[in-house]
């Protein structure tokens, strides 16, 4: 079958000998055998090439084969999570469609006369082709214009590298910095006076007692163990951010409800950037209303509000460091409002635990059983959403370093959020290495 990428001198075959016992840059001649044709289909194949790792894909049943970089720019999602639909390959995140070249054609969030930008196409192979029932790729130009013929020998494609981590700073779930921080351990209720819980943060077991005058204290020793709307809360040591205020918690006319907690096996700052992002597309779903948000930041974090006019709803999100998030819906019509709190316990590094509750107060008066249950519905189907995507993705933190991602003006809240935690790890940085300093002072 013809090459789907233009080599460099057109299709003149060029015999360089049996390709090598490993199936590796075959016979010198930069080509690698990647798949056999048959297994590569219109869903992404992650295939190795010279250590980078490459999708291979038919943006059509029975087209030619088109090998492009393994992740989306924008996120860093591997591309084994996309879908092939109507010719384009769609990112499962927020929907931006790549054509067979790796042009990125469509950026949902941009609108429909937003152009994307050159930094969003994804990069390619110097050339693919099939030859003798595989497909080959030449990561770089080589002199050596197709592909050797495999002369009745079967080549073994070179194993499927990991994708590399990005180039700066991530936030996972054992970053030091979050020592400084209050983390949700457990719901309160379950703690009677002189009763014990167990329960994981940052890699550690802990043990939280109910003292018989209500009092909590932790074992090993925590810097605060406090209650704080409907849940037990540990700093292992001083915060450097203040618990979430949630004002409707004191609202007489609010009704209230709690999801059971869920683990995930995505990072906190996975989850927490999944939460505050207006612009995703997950498969299925039609493309979100454009939306820019205007951010705010203070000492703990950020808000940022965010008007949807065809929906007719204001969004106001809030966040403090490095976990407590809060999105209120405001329907301006009548006035309604949800609020959804996400609070995130980063347990172990491939186990974080999701706390979420819902109030809801409407104008009128008095709340609806029925109201409230379509509300913590919504709640439980969006969270599901959130984690069958990172379940797929994979992701283990949070990149906090700008250019090693891709954002776009509707990207606002998440790039103050990696803003924030990136000012955090580096605050609390400096706060234990001034305690260090001091304690050597000291001795
Ligand atoms: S569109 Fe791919 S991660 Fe956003």
Redesign the pocket.
Known sequence: MASSRTTPSGTTSCRTGAPGTDGRAAAGTGWYAVARSSEVGTTPRQVGAGGQPYVVLRTRPGAEVTALSAR??????P?TT?TVVDGRVR??????EFNAEGRCVE?PSLGPVGTPPPRADLSAPWAVEERDGWVWLAPDPTPVPRPPRTNGTTPSPEPVPDLPPPDGPVLDNLHPALEHAWHPVAPAAGLRAGGYLQTRLLGRTWTVHRRADGALDADPPAWGVVEHLGLVWIAPAEPRAELLAVPETADPLAASGWLAPVRSAASAGALADAFLDV???PPGRPAPEPAVPEVTHDPDGFSGVQEEPLRARRVTSVHRAPFQLLRREQDLPTGAVTTVVRLLQPEDADSTRVHTCVLVRQAGGAVSPDTLAAALASAAAELEEDLALLARWGSTGLPLLPRDELHLRADRLGVALRRTLADFAADCAAADQAEALQGRATA
């Open positions: 989306c720019p924008h996120r860093l999602v591309l996309a990112c499962a995140y927020h929907g931006w950026i612009s995703r597309r």
